[in-house]
């Protein structure tokens, strides 16, 4: 078959209401309708081009993604984009750029940690991009003070830097704070005096995230001017002397509280993408399994293929979902801090730590699940998956190594235990450690398959898994003398004490969203599949966790993974619409497998003649290495 639409047998199948699926999708009509119009726009522009980053080298690669970084800051100013639509322009440019950055952390920075003063003096300037900024945390060797080395947009481009360092006042030690630095010259951009400045080195995968110039910054008696040091939570005054305000230490880490909610957000975005490339393929793709000379069998049919794929695409629904829940969270936990009120930072740190190291450990495993299950197709670049993967698995490492996150969930739970005696009451996502009794001894009533799609038995079974394993973590802890020691032993259970935990904040959101009005022939009942296929994926997973505090029996999880095989029955016919939800234009996928027509093997066959290695029958070095052996065999076969 040439031509048309080759899924439109499948189209045909979906039980629901493929647009009103992409409002849900997109947040809102409005978020839809900005996200359709602007990705249009970029694909259909050729500056925009992106299927030929894995052939250029390092450098060319760079220069070009400069060429698109200015293009599109031409484009946003010629077609006055508002922040929201600048910010989609950018997202789907789908190019790691400096500009991330200078919009991503450089500014909130400012924002969160700059006095009024400070922001009046230099937001103005960042906005116009008569300045562009990065963040400079992270240093060579830990707590160094020798180099920064990883931060992005530093190697080559920033010409101001938001630096983090130790403040020392009358030999006095304060701790990290932040200071705004200018790094380059704004006429030539030479680095200023006292500043050594470079890019860090090729990275993971071909074209990915080396369209980043990740830097290295040392400085060499380097003076900040005083009113350069970001003073809201802190100041130093013209004499020297050093006071705080009236605010928590822990405000100088909230770009990071920031950069951790979009994280998640952006899980859900990578995710998709990849689901969306395997889901379509797994419905073009056929192999044996005919019966009486009919065609052969689609692979989205295996039901192997299917329990590898249907958990990743619910996944992607479930990270969509928390990741909104989260946005909401830091809205309403900033609006909070700028009224003095501080009590659900420590919530909102915890959240944002365990969701973003939760979200992108799944992500990243995801892609490279989808790649395989795309056979021998996923692993060339024409395919996507091989770049998504090199550019989306550093997210599990950068803003805070997971692991190392799931450690600050772990402390957040073992806190609240400990307050519970004293007889404070925990909220939010914690509210069920409030019920710590009940869920200590509680028996779950699954009897049979069906009960397990009751959302008050799975509620109840996530809720009892994690509040006992956090318990049996906080009364190990108890027989160490010295907690930090105890902390440190025990830190593997406390890392899955910490997954439980995560995997119930997703599955409640997931539930709660369901528990809204949503429109749309047959959408609720979707996602109503979507929300048990990841809850008992997860259970099924991890059933040995339920299993062991006792929270299940053998036979319920038994139950959970009859139920786990119907759920993936009913999703099968609405696959292919559910990923068209997600609305994805085939600029933005870059993938052959993934394509909206389905017409694979043609346009993989014609990709392959664009190969650079292509454009000779005969290869380069054939006359220098393959001809002269081939002559020498010869001869020793005539010996
Ligand atoms: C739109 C976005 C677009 C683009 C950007 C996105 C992607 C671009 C790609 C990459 C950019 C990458 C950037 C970076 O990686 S920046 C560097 C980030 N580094 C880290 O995340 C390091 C991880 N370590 C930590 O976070 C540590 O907590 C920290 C180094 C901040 C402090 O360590 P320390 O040992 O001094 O203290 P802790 O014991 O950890 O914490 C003390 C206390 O403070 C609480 N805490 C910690 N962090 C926060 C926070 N962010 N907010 C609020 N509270 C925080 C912690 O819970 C402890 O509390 P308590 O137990 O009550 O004392
Ligand atoms: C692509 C990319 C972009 C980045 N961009 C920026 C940027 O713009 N600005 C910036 O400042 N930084 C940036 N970073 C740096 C990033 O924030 C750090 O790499 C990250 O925080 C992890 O720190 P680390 O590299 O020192 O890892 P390490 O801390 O050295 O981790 C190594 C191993 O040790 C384990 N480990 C470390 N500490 C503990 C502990 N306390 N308990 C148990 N295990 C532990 C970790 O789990 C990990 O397995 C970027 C990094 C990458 C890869």
């Known amino acids: 078959m040439e031509g048309g639409d080759h899924l439109a047998h499948e189209r045909k199948k979906a039980q629901f209401d493929v647009e ?27 500056a925009f081009r992106k299927d030929n980053r894995p052939m250029l080298s390092r450098k060319e690669l760079f220069k070009n993604t400069l060429r698109k970084a200015a293009y599109a800051w031409k484009r946003i100013i010629e077609l006055r984009l508002s922040e929201e639509e600048a910010s989609k322009l950018r997202f789907y440019v789908d190019e790691p750029a400096f500009t991330d950055l200078h919009w991503g952390m450089f500014l909130p920075a400012i924002k969160g940690q700059g006095t009024e003063e400070q922001q009046q003096k230099w937001l103005p300037l960042a906005y116009k991009m008569q300045i562009i900024g990065c963040y400079a945390q992270t240093e ?19 010409t101001h830097a938001v630096v983090y360092a130790r403040l020392i006042t009358d030999g006095q030690d304060h701790g990290v704070h932040g200071f705004i630095v200018q790094l380059r010259s ?12 470079g890019d860090i080195g090729m990275k993971f995968g071909n074209g990915a995230y080396n369209t980043m110039d990740n830097g290295v910054l040392r400085f060499d008696h380097v003076r900040i001017p005083r009113d350069q040091m970001l003073m809201k939570v802190s100041q130093v005054s013209r004499e020297g002397k050093y006071s705080q305000s009236n ?18 957000a952006d899980a859900s975005c990578a995710l998709s993408r990849a689901v969306c490339i395997a889901t379509r393929y797994s419905a073009v793709r056929r192999q044996f399994g005919s019966q009486n000379g009919g065609p052969e069998t689609q692979v989205i049919d295996y039901k192997t293929q299917q329990s590898r794929l249907f958990p990743l695409l619910a996944s992607a629904y479930a990270f969509r979902f928390v990741g909104e829940w989260l946005k909401w969270l830091y809205t ?45 197709h996923g692993y060339l670049c024409s395919s996507g998956l091989p770049e998504l993967f090199a550019v989306y698995v550093p997210a599990c490492t950068y803003e805070g190594d997971n692991t190392v996150l799931l450690l600050q969930v772990a402390r957040f739970l073992v806190k609240t235990l400990s307050q519970l005696g004293s007889g404070k009451q925990p909220v939010g996502t914690t509210a069920y450690m409030g019920q710590v009794e009940h869920l200590m001894q509680c028996h779950c009533n699954v009897q049979k398959a069906e009960d397990w799609l009751k959302p008050a038995v799975i509620l109840e079974a996530f809720e009892a898994r994690s509040a006992r394993m956090s318990v049996a973590c906080a009364k190990n802890l108890s027989k160490f003398t010295n907690p930090e020691e105890g902390f440190a032993e025990l830190s593997g259970d406390l890392v899955e004490a910490a997954i439980a935990h995560c995997q119930l904040i997703i599955v409640s959101k997931f539930i709660e969203k369901l528990q809204q009005d949503i429109p749309g ?14 809850a008992l994926f997860l259970l099924h997973k991890h059933q040995g966790d339920f299993l062991s505090t006792g929270c299940i029996t053998p036979k ?77 065999q010869l001869r020793t076969a005539r010996l």
């Open 20 to 46: 009103a699926m992409k409002i849900v999708w997109a947040g809102s009509r409005h978020a839809f309708e900005v996200s359709d119009r602007i990705s249009k726009l970029v694909a259909s522009d050729p």
């Open 140 to 158: 060579l060797g830990h707590g160094s003070n020798s180099s920064k080395w990883w931060p992005g947009g530093l190697g080559k481009i920033s």
């Open 186 to 197: 704004l006429d030539d951009h030479s680095p200023l005096p006292g500043i050594t400045v």
């Open 247 to 264: 605010v928590p230490r822990q405000l100088v880490y909230g770009t990071m509280v920031f950069v951790r909610q979009t994280i998640v």
């Open 332 to 376: 309403d936990v900033t609006q909070r801090l700028q009224a003095n009120d501080f009590s659900t930072l420590p919530e909102a740190h915890a959240c944002t730590a365990g969701l973003k190291s939760l979200t992108t450990a799944a992500t990243a495993d995801g892609i490279e699940e989808c790649r395989k299950l795309c056979g021998g």
């Open 521 to 534: 022939k047959g959408v609720k009942q979707q996602l109503g599949v979507l929300c048990n296929i990841y």
């Open 556 to 632: 319920q999880a038994y139950l959970a993974n009859e139920q786990l095989r119907a759920l993936y029955s009913q999703a099968r016919p609405n696959a292919i619409a559910l990923v068209d939800a997600f609305n994805y234009t085939d600029h933005y996928l870059g993938s052959i497998l993934g394509c909206y027509d389905g017409n694979v093997y043609p346009k993989l066959y014609e990709a392959a003649w664009k190969d650079p290695l292509n454009d000779s029958v005969v290869p380069d070095g054939y006359r220098e290495y393959i001809w002269p052996m081939l002559k020498q």
